[in-house]
């Protein structure tokens, strides 16, 4: 069994909030089974509106629609809000318990995100927290050149259960107790975006991170 529970603590889910027997049932007939860092995704954590419809970035693809790219060979369960990009796991791998994730970009052809199922949905957990899930956020991404995001490695514990290889590899570290970030490649260096759970959580975030970055705290 795959556990979620820190993703169940970051949303406040006190129990499983997921998708009904039937639904999971019925998808299991279909496709023959499901890789079991799915399901346990599904029963766990699929019927938290926040984490499953993220209306900043990526969401949990409809169960109806999980079939959008069956003749590719793809079952397709996760997608970008303007569906540029779609991310599955293909059929002949739906028995293996934590398969390698594939992305189509644009309806292009389909290459290797990375090679475990589970790390992906953690990921994109903490995605979304630091998007739009977590109540005290950065207003806008913020820029760090290498150096400046060496220091922010140095300094912040990675959650290495999520590097799951998307966005061309997308790191994620906790500040303090309430507080994330995520560390996103770019053409001239990374962007950052940090949120928290609480406003002290955030204040102090503010604090640590932002000197990294060469911006003053008080004048921000």
């Keep these: 069994m795959f556990d979620y529970r820190e993703l169940r603590a970051l949303f406040d889910i006190t129990e499983p909030l997921g998708w009904s027997d039937k639904t999971i049932s019925s998808l299991k007939a279909e496709y023959g089974s499901l890789p079991v860092a799915l399901e346990d995704y599904y029963r766990q954590c699929a019927g938290c509106d926040v984490l499953a419809s993220n209306p900043a970035g990526d969401y949990l693809m409809p169960a109806e629609k999980v079939g959008m790219y069956k003749e590719q060979g793809y079952y397709v369960f996760f997608c970008e809000n303007q569906s540029v990009s779609f991310w599955g796991i293909k059929l002949e791998d739906m028995d293996k318990p934590d398969p390698p994730v594939y992305e189509s970009y644009d309806r292009g ?44 490695r140095g300094k912040f514990e ?60 008080e004048e921000d």
């Design 158 to 217: 990675h959650i290495e259960r999520a590097d799951s290889g998307i966005y061309q590899g997308a790191e994620f570290y906790r500040i303090n107790e309430d507080s994330y970030m995520a560390l996103l490649p770019d053409s001239c260096g990374s962007l950052v975006i940090f949120a928290s759970k609480s406003e002290k959580g955030f204040d102090d975030a503010e604090k640590v991170v932002l000197p990294l970055l060469d911006i003053d705290p």
């Design 109 to 152: 052809e389909w290459f290797l995100t990375g090679d475990s199922l589970s790390k992906f949905l953690i990921s994109e957990g903490y995605l979304c927290a630091v998007t739009s899930g977590l109540e005290y956020a950065t207003e806008d991404y913020l820029e760090a050149d290498e150096e400046q995001a060496e220091n922010i």
